[in-house]
């Protein structure tokens, strides 16, 4: 089965400097795709970024891009010039285009932002 | 705002009762999906619809239940509830199932609290 590990519980970061979020994943698939979704305290879930494992270029979104290795299962997101904004839970997620299989998502990062 | 509607917004209940979560899609979204999110946890998949018949099934309890009807409106129907059921419902849609990479449309979730 699919699992995905976001292994760092809680993080912190000064406003306007930039922090990375890790993530791994454990699959046999070769057609997936990789979300990061943000929560805030509204507990909305809000899409921030998605990269498809086929494609090599990194995906980003304004100040929001991703480091995707497909050798080593890993999917980090880049948050360049934080913002008070941002303080949320972020959940990395995985999904397998194939076998109908729904969202996997990791246990999530709790992301400070100091001012 | 994603267009993906919820009601109620929270609920308070006790213990063996049974209750009824609401979700309407966004607009031209025919797949609709059940998401439980436990204390400090990630999202856990519960159970898909897709026009109205059942197209993927999660972790879903047998005390659960869930149906999709001829408007693409979704219950998902929770009985005999118990502590441990307390928990964020979140609904999201999609325009075709998961398989062929839509993305997902959180609602606002239900705050189901059993006591």
């Known amino acids: 089965a699919q699992t995905v590990t976001q292994s760092q519980p809680e993080m912190s970061v000064q406003e306007a400097e930039t922090v990375t979020l890790s993530c791994t994943y454990d699959t046999s698939e070769s057609d997936y795709y990789l979300f990061w979704y943000k929560q805030p305290p509204s507990r909305q879930m809000i899409l921030v970024i998605r990269q498809e494992a086929y494609k090599q270029q990194n995906a980003t979104e304004n100040r929001f891009s991703v480091n995707f290795q497909k050798a080593a299962k890993s999917f980090s997101l880049k948050i360049s010039d934080s913002q008070l904004g941002d303080a949320a839970m972020y959940f990395c997620a995985y999904w397998a285009v194939a076998g109908n299989t729904p969202l996997v998502f990791g246990k999530g990062t709790r992301l400070s932002v100091i001012a | 705002d994603s267009g993906v509607t919820q009601t109620p917004k929270h609920l308070i209940t006790a213990t063996g009762q049974r209750v009824t979560l609401r979700c309407s899609p966004r607009?031209?979204?025919?797949?609709v999906y059940w998401y439980q999110q436990s204390l400090d946890q990630g999202l856990q998949f519960l159970i898909q619809y897709y026009n109205g018949e059942e197209r993927a099934k999660g972790n879903i309890l047998e005390r659960f239940s869930a149906q999709q009807f001829p408007d693409l409106h979704s219950e998902l129907n929770l009985s005999s509830l118990e502590l441990g059921d307390s928990a964020l419902y979140f609904c999201?849609?999609?325009?075709?199932?998961?398989?062929?990479?839509?993305?997902?449309?959180f609602g606002p979730g239900t705050r189901l609290t059993v006591l």
């Open positions: 607009s031209g979204d025919l797949s």
């Open positions: 999201a849609s999609s325009v075709v199932p998961a398989a062929f990479g839509s993305e997902q449309f």
